[in-house]
Structures are given as structure tokens and as C-alpha cells.
């Protein structure tokens, strides 16, 4: 094997391997979720959820409104003073308990419904989203009747009644990344999912039934948009919690000015990944593949910034190029997909914006030969070289599967590299010497650092950014805080 080539394998021909869906039954169409019941919005408004794989509607959701939102969150209110705040911090976590049992239990059909309606390969929603999502609620569940322990010689009370509002890319993980914290601090909750892909959120809203959590400790509205201003806009919420763009995080942010409702948003990013000449190149080159390509690069803290000792550059690019032409696009419900559908025709058309940028801006595009399905939302993996910090595709967030790569020669022009952004999220470090990592991983202004990894999680580490990847934590000890008032 030359230094320039990576052993990915020779020519694998896979036959077809479809995860089956019918093991489950989707309804028609799914109402909000009120007070503990499935009800229709008030306009009788209902949108519908497409595969982006085959752009064919899978289910109809009720299209919230302002009435709406106004009865979960009088619904959420009064679950709060009635019931959920006077329970012992041991009685709730019985449900949260519960409830990831239940995501555990219906693993199966949580995954398939995540790929149908959002996109991405099973394989991911089957091994990280819905395993994760469990084990946020395991995780919370045991922190519910140990608050005093995390908050020693402070008396730790409820904030109130929480709107929370999530994005598109890691649905039901989201939901659990902002429910468990809120539900084990004893606080109630309206959630509002992205418009692209609500079934697991409504999915979720049976299971809450299942356990027999109290009626209204949580209420689903679903809708697009203007639902989610409603929700941010009603006087009636104690905390609010972002996840999504940096554009609508700021109107969020402004809309709350001067009303003290406590705010955590967790907006967009472009980490840097830094591969020293002394890393493991191989695992390195999985590393890139992981941090970028990983569902479909919607991922707010994807690596899409590589940054290449120059020294490496040809050796990366060269063995990063062979292994990408190893990935197989397709079918999210394939075993043997490793890029699934972009998540809808607008990001889908934002992606290839971005594309045209690049090129527009003397930027040099590599994509991959692979074939993908004549319907659909595709885009095949792809990177950039001779790209300058000025350009678009260096600066912007573009949430596909689109590296930038750039060069550097020393530790501290790769740090200046990275720090430059509005950024500020997470970020990648591989290299042989542990000095190394921990001067770049003080050296880079970013929420997460992964060292000789990427894009690993766990309920129990902290996550969330600086500067405009938005500001609080979620997950670990951090993670609570912003769902307790202390005394
Ligand atoms: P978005 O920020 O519009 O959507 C996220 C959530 O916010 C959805 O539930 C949406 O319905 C809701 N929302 C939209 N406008 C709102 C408003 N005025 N008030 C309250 N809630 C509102 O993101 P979008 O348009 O889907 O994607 C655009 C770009 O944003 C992507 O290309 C990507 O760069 C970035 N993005 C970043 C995410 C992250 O996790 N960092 C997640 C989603 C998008
Ligand atoms: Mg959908």
C-alpha cells in the first residue's frame, strides 16, 4: 500500500438490505397533543410530512396557532401548580424512568419512523439517535430526586412552565435533550418540533400517555414557524429554549428582551477539525468522514472546517477521497446506507447554493461518483480545496455534506484559523502528542472539543456554544441548571 492510499476495501457489491416498516402503523393524521389528549388545532389547519427519500406524504400534523398554543401552555400552567411541582423528585423520576423504558421498547419503530420522515440512514437513528434519546431519559431520570446533590447547600426549586422549540436534524433526540432536563427539575413543558419531521415527536407524545405521565406536564404543538413565534411570543412561559438557526435564535433573543424570561439557545456553527502531521492519518480520515458526512451533515457541530498540517495535505486528501467514494447514498431505511436524503427541498436547495458559492468563489469541488435515486432530495459527499478564511463556504454554516479544507503549517496559525468565525460550537483535534491536544483544545473558543474522535455524545457531557453558537448547556450537571432556581 502506498502512502497515498487507504485500504476502504475493494469493490463491495451490497445487495439491497430495507429495515421493514411494517411493523408499526402510522395514523392518517396526528392532532396536537393538549392536556394529556390528541386534538385537532383550532382552525382545523393540518400540513403534511413528507419522505424527502421519495417526496411521498407519510401522515397529516395539525397546523397549530396562537389559540393553540395559548390552551398547552394554560394546559402546561396548571399541570405545574396542580401536580408535577409537588411531586417528590423520586415520583417523578419514576416516569421519566419509565418513559425511556418505553423509547427502549419501541426502539424499532422509533427508528424506522426518524428515517422515513427526516432522512437519515437507519443505521444512525437505529444506533445513536434512539439509544441516545433513552438514555438522556435514564439519565435525567436519575438526577430527579438528587437535585440538593447538584447544587450542594442551595435549596433548588422548579423555574415554571418551559417552551421549547427544535430543529429538524436529530428529532427525537432533540426532544429528549430538552424534555428530560425540564421534566426532572420538576418544571412542565410545550414543545414545538421542526415542520419536516414531527412524528417522532408525536410518537413521543403516546409514549408520554403509555407511562401515564400526569396530563399536561407535556404538550406538543406542532406547526412551522409562526406556531414557534406564538410559543416564544406567550406571556405565560418562564424559560424558553432554542435549538436551531443562528438567524431565528437572534429574533428569539429579541422578542424575549425585557420580559426576564430565562433563554439557553444552541444555534448553528462551523468547527474547525485540526489534523496535526503527526496523527494517525487512517483513523484520522474516518474521523473527517465522521465529523462531516455524518447525517447528511446536519449536524450543528459537524467538522466543516478541516484544517491540514501541510506537510499531510496530499496523504489526507488523496486517502480521504478513496474512502468517500466507499460511501453508499440511498435509501435511509438500507442497512448499508451511510448518507441518507437531504432533509427537504429547501435545505436541499440551500446545499447546492452553497455549492455554486464555492465555485463562484475560485473554490476547487470534489464530489463523489456514486449514484443516487432519480427522486428525492440528494446530495453526494463533497469538499472544497484552495478555499481562502474570506470565502462563504470558510465563513457560513451550510449544514450539508460539504467540507472546506484548508492548510496551515504551525499550532498557532492553526488556532488563529479556527478562532476565526462567528462561531463557536465545537471542534476537532488529531494528533500523537497529548501537549498538543490540550494546548488546542484551550486554544480554540468553542463549547465541545473532540480529541482523536468526532461527533461523540453523552448525556452526561455538557453541550452547547460561545459567541454566536448561542449560549447555556445542555446535558450533564450544566444542563440543569437553566430548568432550576436556586436559593
Ligand atoms: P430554523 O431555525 O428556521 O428552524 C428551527 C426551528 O425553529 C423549527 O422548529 C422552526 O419551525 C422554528 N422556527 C422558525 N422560525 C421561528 C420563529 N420566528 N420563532 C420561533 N421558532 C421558529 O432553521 P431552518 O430554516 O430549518 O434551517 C436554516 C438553517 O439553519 C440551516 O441551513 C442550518 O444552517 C441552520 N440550522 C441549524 C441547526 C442547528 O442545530 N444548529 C438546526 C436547524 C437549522
Ligand atoms: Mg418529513
Redesign the pocket.
Known amino acids: 500500500m502506498t502512502k497515498s492510499s487507504i485500504a476502504v476495501g475493494a469493490d463491495w457489491g451490497y445487495a439491497p438490505a430495507p429495515e421493514s416498516a411494517d411493523h408499526f402503523r402510522l395514523r392518517d393524521h396526528y392532532g396536537l397533543f393538549i392536556g394529556g389528549k390528541f386534538v385537532p388545532a383550532a382552525s382545523g389547519k393540518r400540513f403534511k410530512t413528507i419522505n424527502p427519500a421519495n417526496e411521498k406524504a407519510i401522515a397529516e400534523v395539525a397546523d397549530g396557532g396562537e389559540k393553540d398554543v395559548d390552551k398547552a401552555v394554560k394546559a402546561a400552567r396548571t399541570a405545574y401548580d396542580k401536580v408535577w411541582r409537588k411531586l417528590s423528585g423520586r415520583e417523578r423520576g419514576k416516569y421519566l424512568y419509565r418513559i425511556a423504558r418505553i423509547i427502549q421498547e419501541r426502539a424499532r419503530e422509533l427508528a424506522v419512523v426518524e428515517s422515513m420522515d427526516g432522512g437519515k440512514p437507519i443505521r444512525e437513528s437505529r444506533d445513536v439517535d434512539i439509544p441516545l434519546a433513552a438514555a438522556h431519559f435514564f439519565y435525567h431520570a436519575g438526577w430527579a430526586d438528587k437535585l440538593a446533590y447538584a447544587f450542594p447547600g442551595k435549596a433548588v426549586h422548579p423555574v415554571g412552565v418551559a417552551g421549547q422549540?427544535?430543529?429538524?436534524?436529530f428529532p427525537l433526540l432533540m426532544v429528549a435533550w430538552k424534555v428530560a432536563p425540564a421534566l426532572a427539575c420538576g418544571n412542565t413543558v410545550v414543545l414545538?418540533?421542526?415542520?419536516t419531521t414531527p412524528l417522532t415527536a408525536l410518537l413521543f407524545a403516546e409514549i408520554c400517555q403509555e407511562a401515564g405521565l400526569p396530563e399536561g406536564v407535556f404538550n406538543l404543538v406542532t406547526g412551522?414557524?409562526a406556531?414557534?413565534?406564538a410559543?416564544?411570543n406567550h406571556p405565560g412561559l418562564n424559560k424558553v429554549a432554542?435549538?436551531?438557526?443562528?438567524?431565528?435564535?437572534k429574533?428569539?433573543q429579541k422578542s424575549l428582551a425585557g420580559r426576564g424570561t430565562k433563554l439557553t439557545l444552541?444555534?448553528?456553527?462551523k468547527a474547525a477539525h485540526i489534523i496535526f502531521e503527526d496523527a494517525t492519518i487512517d483513523q484520522a480520515v474516518e474521523g473527517i468522514i465522521n465529523g462531516i458526512y455524518f447525517n447528511q451533515g446536519h449536524v450543528?457541530c459537524a467538522g466543516s472546517r478541516l484544517l491540514v498540517q501541510e506537510s499531510v495535505e496530499e496523504e489526507v486528501v488523496a486517502k480521504l477521497k478513496a474512502r468517500m467514494e466507499t460511501l453508499i447514498v440511498g435509501d435511509p431505511l438500507d442497512k448499508n446506507t451511510d448518507i441518507g436524503a437531504i432533509n427537504s427541498k429547501?435545505?436541499c436547495d440551500?446545499i447546492r447554493d452553497y455549492l455554486k458559492i464555492g465555485e463562484e468563489e475560485g473554490a476547487e469541488l470534489f464530489q463523489t461518483r456514486c449514484s443516487v435515486p432519480e427522486k428525492g432530495y440528494w446530495i453526494r459527499p463533497s469538499f472544497f480545496t484552495k478555499v481562502a478564511q474570506s470565502h462563504r463556504i470558510v465563513q457560513e454554516?451550510?449544514?450539508g455534506p460539504v467540507l472546506a479544507i484548508q492548510t496551515f503549517r504551525t499550532l498557532n496559525e492553526a488556532l488563529e484559523k479556527a478562532n476565526n468565525t462567528p462561531y463557536g460550537l465545537s471542534g476537532g483535534v488529531w494528533t500523537d502528542k497529548g501537549a498538543k491536544i490540550f494546548k488546542v483544545t484551550r486554544g480554540i473558543r468553542a463549547g465541545v472539543i473532540w480529541a482523536n474522535t468526532f461527533n461523540k455524545f453523552d448525556p452526561t457531557s455538557p453541550f452547547g456554544g460561545y459567541k454566536e453558537s448561542g449560549y447555556g448547556r445542555e446535558g450533564g450537571r450544566h444542563g440543569l441548571r437553566p430548568y432550576v432556581e436556586l436559593s
Open positions: 422549540i427544535i430543529p429538524w436534524n414545538k418540533p421542526a415542520e412551522a414557524g406556531t414557534g413565534a410559543l416564544v432554542f435549538t436551531g438557526s443562528t438567524e431565528v435564535g429574533a428569539i444552541e444555534l448553528g456553527g450543528c429547501a435545505q440551500r454554516e451550510i449544514f
